[in-house]
């Protein structure tokens, strides 16, 4: 008997799904004889790629009920337009084979069963021998018996690929309260990568796993890589006196007290732009913020604490003016660091300094900072609605032609980052062309406006950007052709672009270009590069699958990294 979707409801009581989340459109090619792999074969949506009475043969339409056609054409153009945002990759696949997901060993050691119908269908070569074995994880004794026997088929790539996928079906099937004692064994090994019998052998010491499937358990596990190569627990957290603590201490009070008379404004500034210099110029500016964040902090709260209490209006302006200017920059290094809840907090400090100081360009500069806060907390949304109410206030605020055009195109650029992480690419690029670079034109892209580095360089930085996290890198990787670099005034965008390139050669797979730019970024800026989650694992992917002579490179990169 065949049901149609709005039966459920009627005939059963079933609520139905009435939206979903997509992340990637794969586009599938079929061979049961080869090895799953990414492919280079490009390929767009088409009709045949939408689901319709003609082509389902899963459950044949036998009585001729179902429509011929695909959907109204307003429908079916929405949803391409949808999904044309999205990355497209090619894939082979070896889903031609019949199997069963019913064939486990719960219905194979009871006696006589009749196996379920629905159970049935294509699915990856070896799907069967995949089941069987990771329904048996709970058993050690078993599934080691399982996996010895059918080695030849989940020893392979068509088998390893095989039992990924049923531990992502089996972990679907779990959050709707199936096996639940499956879970824990299943997601870490399904996550990392490997199979829940190699995951077994790591933890009984009978396995020693590589460097990229080490980085991976440690990420899933939560904990550093070391501590998974020592027998000593690892530390429980921060120490009080690290460098890093010492600048959230600074910023929560807790730096060292002010009894003297408090430095005057103008010498607080040139301590800030100082600071703010050293953070994006120098390749160890982690190293120089550490030394020089925490005393600068406590010197400017002291000054900013008599300032309110009873200084002159100019005096008490400017000091708030250099507040404004010293948490912007606590929140670009907060965020760096980790502590996106301080770097909140930061942002939160520079827009009530601005504010009390009346300055319409340091307001608009610590919006600027708070959309970037959003945008790390994982908010694209809030960031773009945000930046757009605040470039809506700069365009009528009372500032000198150059540093409106610049903060209005900066804020722009939040906007263009926070459609970009909703996936919404083509509103992202439109909003690159028709809103920001207009006002980069009027900029000298060495002018750093509000440490914004806005110019008509990070116009095209950004096109980059947005190229690559849609997946198009070759289109990503012909803009970079285009950019030079060589007059920028910040070593910050200098690293990142070169990480997205390095980003592109990966996701082509030319591992030998990922590595030559990583080697180029370390010579540059190490202390980015190894705290950088992105370039970490850029250079793991490159030990996992690169030829052994670029391997070696990359395992000796990621031991001056600090990865193990």
């Known amino acids: 008997m065949q049901v149609f979707p709005d039966q459920f409801a009627t005939w059963f009581g079933l609520d139905l799904a009435t939206e979903g989340r997509a992340a990637t459109v794969l586009f599938p090619e079929i061979d049961p ?31 001729g009920l179902a429509p011929t056609g695909s959907g109204s054409d307003h429908a079916r153009q929405a949803v391409a337009a949808h999904l044309a945002e999205l990355p497209h990759h090619s894939v082979r696949l070896g889903h031609d084979m019949d199997a069963n997901a019913d064939f486990h060993a719960a219905n194979l050691t009871t006696g006589a069963t009749l196996l379920d119908w629905e159970g049935w269908g294509m699915a990856p070569r070896d799907y069967d021998a995949a089941m069987l074995y990771a329904y048996a994880q709970l058993v050690p004794a078993t599934s080691g018996r399982i996996y010895r026997e059918l080695k030849e088929l989940l020893d392979t790539p068509q088998g390893r690929a095989a039992t990924l996928v049923v531990c992502a079906e089996l972990l679907q099937s779990a959050s709707r309260g199936d096996h639940p004692d499956l879970t824990p064994k299943l997601a870490v090994a399904g996550l990392v990568g490997i199979t829940p019998d190699y995951l077994s052998q790591i933890e009984r010491g009978l396995k020693v796993p590589s460097l990229p499937i080490l980085y991976a358990l440690a990420q899933e596990l939560g904990v550093p890589t070391a501590a998974l190569l020592s027998e000593q627990p690892p530390p429980e957290g921060e120490t009080a006196d690290s460098p890093e603590t010492a600048v959230g201490r600074a910023l929560l009070g807790y730096g060292p007290a002010r009894s003297a008379t408090p430095a005057t404004a103008g010498a607080l500034r040139d301590r800030v732009e100082a600071a703010w210099h050293n953070w994006q110029t120098s390749g160890e ?33 400017a000091v708030l003016r250099t507040a404004a200017d010293l948490y912007c920059l606590l929140r670009s290094y907060l965020r760096r660091t980790g502590r996106v809840d ?56 009372q500032l000198p032609e150059v540093e409106r055009q610049a903060m209005g195109g900066a804020l722009q650029l939040v906007a263009v980052l926070g459609a970009a992480r909703r996936r919404r690419w083509w509103e992202a690029r439109e909003r690159l062309v028709q809103q920001a670079a207009p006002a980069a034109r009027a900029v000298p892209d060495d ?84 705290r950088t989650p992105l370039a970490r694992q850029l250079v793991l992917t490159v030990i996992r699958r690169a030829r052994a002579m670029h391997a070696r490179q990359a395992e000796q990169l990621a031991v001056r990294m600090g990865l193990v």
Not at 35 to 62: C, K
Not at 469 to 496: C, K, M, Q, V
């Open 33 to 63: 004889a080869a090895a799953p792999a990414v492919t280079d074969r490009s390929r767009s949506l088409g009709e045949g790629d939408f689901l319709h009475g003609a082509t389902e043969d899963r459950y044949p339409d036998i009585l």
């Open 285 to 317: 500016r982690f190293t120089r913020a550490a030394e020089t964040l925490p005393e600068l902090v406590a010197d400017v709260e002291h000054a900013l604490r008599t300032a309110r209490a009873g200084a002159e209006t100019a005096e008490r302006r």
């Open 447 to 530: 002018s750093n406006v509000g440490w914004t580095v806005f110019g008509a360089t990070n116009i095209a930085l950004h096109a980059l950007s947005i190229e690559m996290e849609a997946g198009e890198t070759g289109e990503a990787l012909h803009t970079a052709d285009a950019i030079d670099i060589s007059g920028l005034p910040s070593l910050e965008r200098e690293f990142t672009f070169g990480l997205e390139v390095a980003a592109c050669h990966s996701q082509r797979r030319d591992d030998a270009a990922a590595l030559l730019s990583l080697l180029s970024l370390e010579a540059v800026a190490p202390e980015d590069l190894a």
């Open 342 to 397: 301080l770097a909140t907090l930061a942002a939160d400090r520079a827009m009530r300094a601005a504010e009390d100081a009346d300055d319409p360009l340091r307001i608009a500069t610590a919006q600027w900072n708070l959309g970037h806060v959003l945008l790390a907390a994982n908010q694209p949304a809030e960031a773009e609605e945000l930046a757009l109410r605040a470039a809506e206030q700069v365009a009528t605020a």
